[in-house]
């Protein structure tokens, strides 16, 4: 109890430093920034002394060797989970798609809380690998087309997650728009089938003929475009596909060099010398995903959680593109625009 005495003094006495001496107000912060210092030596003690709580453990997948990045981190801090304290994130990253069955089963072999997934290959590997362990995901596809989930209001089974893509009929619409003369339009996918009917449906709508080319790896970005070009493309579609996104930079270089008109899903894109992008501001999946992974943590079950959806998405034009293809962009577009590259 005498270690404790001065304290309230010592505050009463900082009330009224304009009554007392130049003396007596450094002693009286000599004492407070020792009271802080003691603080925070014995905090630690305190905390140890405490019961100690369960580590949930998260079992991050994907294939890349992008981690799960700082938001995500930040954004879990948010929520009162902090990696370190009561939380563990187990990261398994594949260098090639057929590594990812092994590591989604390693996971599930360390008993992991929850399974968090970017991309459908790796979100496919850990729905084999588990029927109980609750399964997030982040991907650029739509999941119920690939037979992920039910439906986006009532996904079932153990995932849930955020569908970053499911707007690839926009980047035609947009590109039309933007384009009126053109009639033949090629994009690119790994797997053409998970986008032809949505695609068809969009491309007939607007009149436009469409063509799906495969594209398996960064190698094959500048034949993408070459292929295009023989197809008689007059405009190139660059859809949502999560390994694509360390490569924005690289495809929209590619797409500069064929001179063909192209939209891409990201700003990136347009940036690094596409004509146009469109979609998602970045990151807004990173919160919502977080709060999925608060619900299920707490007792929430996946099949209960909405698939999540973009809210909010922004177009870029570049008009240096543009005026080195030699077209003129219309004004009804420009005007929508979130930014223009001059």
Same mark, same amino acid.
């Given at each position: 109890? &005498?270690?404790?005495?001065?304290?309230?003094?010592?505050?009463?006495?900082?009330?009224?430093?304009?009554?007392?001496?130049?003396? /007596?107000? &450094?002693?009286?912060?000599?004492?407070? /920034?020792?009271?802080?210092? /003691?603080?925070?030596?014995?905090?630690?003690?305190?905390?140890?002394?405490?019961?100690?709580?369960?580590?949930?453990?998260?079992?991050?997948?994907?294939?890349?060797?992008?981690?799960?990045?700082?938001? *995500?981190?930040?954004?879990?801090?948010?929520? +009162?989970?902090?990696?370190?304290?009561?939380?563990?994130?187990?990261?398994?990253?594949?260098?090639?798609?057929?590594?990812?069955?092994?590591?989604?089963?390693?996971?599930?072999?360390?008993?992991?809380?929850?399974?968090?997934?970017?991309? &459908?290959?790796?979100?496919?590997?850990?729905?084999?690998?588990?029927?109980?362990?609750?399964?997030? *995901?982040?991907?650029?596809?739509?999941?119920?087309?690939?037979?992920?989930?039910?439906?986006?209001?009532?996904?079932?089974?153990?995932?849930?997650?955020?569908?970053?893509?499911?707007?690839?009929?926009?980047?035609?619409?947009? #590109?039309?728009?933007?384009?009126?003369?053109?009639?033949?339009?090629?994009?690119?996918?790994? @797997?053409?089938?998970?986008?032809?009917?949505?695609?068809?449906?969009? !491309?007939?709508? #607007?009149?436009?003929?469409?063509? +799906?080319?495969?594209?398996?790896?960064? $190698?094959?970005?500048?034949?993408?475009?070459?292929?295009?070009?023989?197809?008689?493309?007059?405009?190139?579609?660059?859809?949502?596909?999560?390994? *694509?996104?360390?490569?924005? $930079?690289?495809?929209?270089?590619?797409?500069?060099?064929?001179?063909?008109?192209?939209?891409?899903?990201?700003?990136?894109?347009?940036?690094?010398?596409?004509?146009?992008?469109?979609?998602?501001?970045? /990151?807004?999946?990173?919160?919502?995903?977080?709060?999925?992974?608060?619900?299920?943590?707490? +007792?929430?079950?996946?099949?209960?959680?909405?698939? @999540?959806?973009?809210?909010? *998405? @922004? #177009?870029?034009?570049?008009?240096?593109?543009?005026? !080195?293809?030699?077209?003129?962009?219309?004004?009804?577009?420009?005007?929508?625009?979130?930014?223009?590259?001059?």
């Amino acid at each position: 109890m &005498t270690g404790a005495a001065p304290c309230p003094s010592v505050l009463a006495r900082r009330q009224n430093l304009s009554m007392s001496s130049p003396d /007596l107000v &450094t002693i009286d912060r000599r004492a407070f /920034l020792g009271g802080l210092v /003691l603080s925070a030596l014995t905090a630690p003690l305190v905390a140890e002394a405490q019961p100690v709580g369960k580590v949930y453990r998260i079992g991050a997948l994907r294939e890349g060797q992008d981690p799960p990045s700082k938001p *995500f981190v930040d954004a879990m801090r948010e929520l +009162g989970w902090v990696e370190g304290q009561n939380l563990k994130i187990e990261r398994r990253n594949a260098e090639r798609r057929d590594q990812l069955p092994a590591l989604a089963a390693e996971l599930v072999r360390l008993k992991v809380d929850l399974v968090l997934t970017a991309g &459908t290959p790796a979100t496919s590997a850990a729905k084999e690998a588990t029927k109980t362990i609750p399964i997030v *995901f982040s991907l650029g596809s739509d999941p119920v087309e690939s037979g992920l989930v039910a439906s986006f209001a009532r996904p079932g089974g153990n995932l849930t997650g955020f569908a970053l893509g499911v707007y690839d009929e926009k980047l035609i619409e947009i #590109l039309r728009e933007a384009l009126p003369e053109v009639a033949r339009v090629v994009y690119s996918a790994p @797997e053409i089938g998970t986008r032809r009917q949505r695609l068809n449906a969009a !491309a007939r709508a #607007l009149g436009v003929e469409i063509q +799906g080319i495969a594209v398996q790896g960064p $190698e094959d970005f500048g034949r993408f475009f070459a292929a295009a070009r023989r197809a008689g493309a007059g405009a190139v579609v660059v859809p949502n596909v999560v390994w *694509f996104r360390p490569h924005l $930079e690289r495809i929209g270089a590619a797409a500069a060099k064929s001179r063909l008109p192209a939209i891409g899903y990201d700003r990136q894109f347009a940036e690094s010398g596409g004509l146009l992008s469109y979609g998602p501001t970045p /990151l807004q999946n990173v919160p919502r995903v977080a709060v999925q992974i608060d619900k299920i943590l707490k +007792g929430a079950k996946p099949a209960d959680l909405p698939v @999540e959806q973009p809210t909010k *998405f @922004e #177009l870029v034009i570049n008009l240096k593109a543009a005026k !080195a293809l030699g077209l003129t962009i219309p004004q009804s577009i420009l005007v929508r625009a979130d930014e223009i590259i001059q």
